[in-house]
């Protein structure tokens, strides 16, 4: 866990990435400052490597929610991509409407999930691979996020900002290294959403239809990670068409918004049409989930209008939140930035707040992934207009743009010791994961269950020749017995083993406890 000196300041692993990337980003914010702007935006891109790369390799374990389960289901789709599981055996009678222990696993859409498997074809199977996708997604979405924001405004400095703010933002980050619920299917969801986003701005400069076949595949992209909210890009794209209905090349506008409808549905609906074929239960009951995150709390995650504007400082950090409405004021304010796209922009973050506000009973944190990147530009115009005097400008502009990259990137929380129960905690889960991708050391080869597991889908995960559980009904335990399977038991003295296994003649306790 040592990386020598570094450890001192920065007690985590591969601390000397995080030291690169602080470096290479004040390199970058220089850059800027004089007007070097490829060598910036090349240092700000080796900056996100950098710090994603850091933060995928931040915790040597899998998450509890929601990480190990779309890593079991990634997993087993290295070796049968068109049929998601999350267990491979099924001999054990399972619930499909279940979605933590079911057998058919449908309860995301694939395209992340084929990109984490990708990922452990290239790499090996570990918490860290399944992660890596996220880190070039992310990096790749900070150069995005500038063109958006120069396309919005004209301006490189307010564009660097706001790239710079999405380069180190920390909710983000946390949702890549696993830490936050959704953990890769935001990563990946808001990625695509921001790819859209990015298309439909070079398809309004440049009124190329390439773009909006672009716009219609990555929003299908988003449909394919997590439904239907991936076509939100179409919302303030439609009513910009609605309002240009009386001039002349509205009939070449509405062709172009159909065609990116089609190759939306080209781009999402096959897989769509598959499951419903092969997995009809399990893909019509998923079907009706998607419903009811309307209509319901869904799996108890409530909140009132206020529960995503009450989130601000999560997302934009302390201090920086309340530059939201500053830099939309400035866009309606100053003419220079009065353009329909900037217009389209306002329109799009406001229907997120008001749809998933007042509308969705379900809040989720990572819903917020698909206005986060927009609100960045509104803060990085606020930021600039704060900054941008001339007397002052040179003085203040490095000293400023260091601070917010600080205050985003929220360093105390990510260094995971600013709570001494979390650091413990920490501790453990790294202390059992090592266990775990072990167990085969302490197990003979012809035993394939395991039972009384704290972490079963961990030991799934990095052994897909076990099949563990953290229970075993006497109903199962019957079958085992009729079957005469060998049973690795964890744990024995704990009380979630019943009396009538530990007499089993094939039961083998497995010599190491989990804490």
């Not at 001999?91 to 309860?107: E, S, T």
């Not at 419903?276 to 709390?297: K, T």
Request: overall charge positive.
């Amino acid at each position: 866990m040592k990386d020598g000196f570094i450890s001192e300041i920065f007690p985590l692993q591969n601390s000397w990435l995080l030291i690169l990337s602080l470096v290479t980003g004040g390199v970058s914010i220089y850059f800027s400052f004089i007007n070097k702007r490829r060598r910036a935006l090349f240092c700000l891109f080796i900056t996100a490597l950098f710090v994603r790369l850091f933060m995928a390799h931040l915790d040597p374990f899998l998450h509890d929610w929601d990480e190990r389960f779309h890593a079991l289901a990634a997993r087993n789709m290295m070796h049968d991509p068109f049929k998601p599981m999350l267990r491979i055996s099924d001999w054990v009678p399972y619930d499909y409407k279940l979605w933590c222990c079911n057998h058919i696993w449908l309860h995301k859409q694939p395209l992340f999930l084929w990109q984490m498997a990708l990922s452990m074809k290239i790499f090996g199977v570990s918490e860290y691979a399944i992660r890596y996708p996220g880190v070039l997604m992310g990096s790749i979405g900070v150069l995005m996020l500038y063109r958006i924001s120069y396309l919005v405004t004209a301006n490189r400095h307010i564009a660097f900002i706001a790239a710079l703010l999405s380069c180190f933002s920390y909710y983000p980050l946390e949702l890549l290294s696993g830490h936050f619920g959704m953990d890769q299917n935001d990563t990946a969801f808001s990625f695509y959403v921001l790819a859209s986003l990015w298309s439909y701005a070079e398809y309004f400069s440049k009124h190329s239809v390439r773009f909006a076949m672009l716009t219609g595949f990555f929003a299908g992209c988003a449909i394919l990670v997590k439904w239907f909210p991936g076509l939100l890009v179409f919302s303030g794209w439609g009513i910009i068409l609605l309002l240009n209905f009386r001039q002349e090349n509205f009939k070449s506008e509405l062709k172009h918004y159909l065609l990116a409808i089609l190759a939306c549905l080209i781009t999402f609906l096959p897989w769509q049409i598959y499951i419903l074929y092969r997995f009809p239960a399990e893909a019509s009951y998923e079907v009706s989930c998607y419903s009811r995150h309307l209509n319901e709390a869904f799996e108890s995650f409530s909140g009132d209008w206020m529960f995503y504007i009450s989130k601000l400082d999560l997302y934009y950090g302390n201090y920086l939140s309340w530059l939201l409405p500053f830099g939309i004021a400035v866009i309606l304010i100053y003419k220079k930035y009065q353009n329909k796209l900037s217009f389209i922009f306002i329109v799009y973050f406001l229907i997120f707040l008001v749809f998933y506000s007042f509308i969705v009973q379900t809040k989720i944190p990572g819903y917020f992934m698909m206005a986060l990147p927009v609100g960045n530009i509104f803060i990085a115009i606020a930021v600039f207009h704060i900054i941008s005097p001339k007397k002052i400008f040179k003085f203040i502009y490095i000293p400023t743009l260091l601070f917010i990259a600080m205050v985003v990137f929220d360093l105390s929380e990510i260094t995971r010791q600013h709570d001494p129960g979390k650091w413990e905690e920490w501790k453990l889960k790294s202390f059992n994961e090592r266990i775990y991708k072990d167990i085969r050391k302490y197990l003979p080869e012809r035993i394939k269950l395991v039972v009384n597991a704290k972490d079963y889908i961990d030991i799934m995960f990095y052994h897909n020749d076990i099949d563990a559980y953290s229970w075993l009904p006497e109903e199962e335990y019957n079958e085992v017995k009729r079957r005469h399977l060998p049973v690795g038991i964890c744990n024995p003295e704990d009380k979630g083993i019943y009396s009538y296994l530990l007499p089993y003649d094939s039961a083998f306790i497995i010599p190491v406890k989990i804490k």
